[in-house]
């Protein structure tokens, strides 16, 4: 009866002390073999739920203030037409196949830049969310570079975007206007101006909603001056018109989005 008592845990389970026993009467190369298996079984268990988190999230978000150019991009992108817009008041989600070999497709989602409305769509849509498609317009970028840098702030210290390091490709579109800002210049406008807001937010209390889920993480790395390369997903920036204004017939130059989609589906 006390032999039993020994051996066997409270819940009939062998108890720590004679699983002890048993690991040391094994020969060790046995041992750490089985260790290896274990270990490798593990990795590939994790591994084989990474991937199928990944190829599940097929949605691209088409983020950015109002007028920037999403709802022409995405019209652009899956007709390859003209199209007169209006302030979206809600997302507008359609099917696009990447122009790649293999060609699957992906679900471009085009969030309103109307600051509530925007909001309450990237709620609802992060979690499935493949890729953040970030549109800036490059003429309007001086006057807008405030806001356009909050957005981007909000978007790349957000819980979900950051668990799933979610690439993120920076359209500087309206490039046919003249006095719109390279890619190059709004890149360091933007660093600069998210560097700033790093230290007014972290000393400022949260001005967040509190029945928000998003949970606000640091971003970049303390003590250094902000710059892209420093957060664990990738930034790429690149220039982009949707509609070509000095030209005759409206023309639109996307390859750098379309690109960047083939790769990332
Ligand atoms: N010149 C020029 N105009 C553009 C370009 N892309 C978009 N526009 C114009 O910019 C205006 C706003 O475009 P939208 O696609 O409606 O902008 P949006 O980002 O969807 O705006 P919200 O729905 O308010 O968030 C429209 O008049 C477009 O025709 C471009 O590359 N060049
Ligand atoms: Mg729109």
Same mark, same amino acid.
């Given at each position: 009866m006390s032999v039993k008592q020994e051996t066997v845990g409270t819940q009939g389970l062998p108890s720590m002390e004679t699983v002890r026993q048993v690991l040391l009467e094994q020969d060790p190369t046995v041992l750490s073999v089985v260790v290896a298996?274990?270990? +490798? $079984?593990?990795?590939?268990?994790?591994?084989?739920?990474?991937k199928r988190s990944r190829t599940s999230r097929r949605t691209v978000l088409l983020l950015g203030v109002c007028d920037s150019g999403k709802t022409l991009i995405l019209s652009r992108l899956l007709t390859g037409k003209y199209k007169m817009t209006q302030m979206s008041i809600s997302a507008l989600s359609a099917t696009y196949r990447v122009k790649s070999d293999k060609g699957p497709s992906l679900t471009l989602v085009d969030i309103p830049g109307y600051e509530s409305l925007r909001l309450h769509f990237l709620e609802q849509y992060k979690a499935a969310a493949r890729g953040l498609l970030f549109v800036v317009d490059s003429s309007a970028f001086q006057r807008e570079v405030k806001e356009v840098a909050e957005l981007l702030y909000q978007l790349l210290t957000d819980g979900a975007?950051?668990? #799933?390091?979610?690439? +993120?490709?920076?359209?500087? #579109?309206?490039?046919?206007? !003249?006095? %719109?800002?390279? %890619?190059?210049?709004?890149?360091?406008?933007?660093?600069?101006? $998210? #560097?700033?807001?790093? +230290?007014?937010?972290? %000393? %400022?209390?949260?001005?967040?909603? !509190?029945?928000?889920?998003?949970?606000?993480?640091?971003?970049?790395?303390?003590?250094?001056?902000?710059?892209?390369?420093?957060?664990?997903?990738? +930034?790429?920036?690149v220039e982009c018109s949707a509609w070509d204004s000095k030209k005759e017939e409206s023309d639109a130059n996307l390859s750098s989005i379309e690109d960047w989609l083939a790769r990332l589906a």
């Open positions: 298996l274990v270990v +490798v $079984l593990i990795s590939l268990l994790l591994w084989k739920l990474l975007v950051l668990e #799933n390091t979610l690439p +993120v490709l920076i359209a500087c #579109n309206k490039q046919d206007i !003249s006095m %719109a800002k390279s %890619a190059k210049l709004i890149q360091q406008q933007l660093e600069k101006e $998210l #560097n700033t807001l790093r +230290v007014t937010r972290s %000393a %400022a209390p949260s001005t967040l909603d !509190s029945s928000s889920s998003s949970t606000i993480h640091q971003l970049g790395k303390k003590g250094k001056d902000f710059d892209f390369s420093q957060l664990p997903m990738k +930034v790429e920036f």
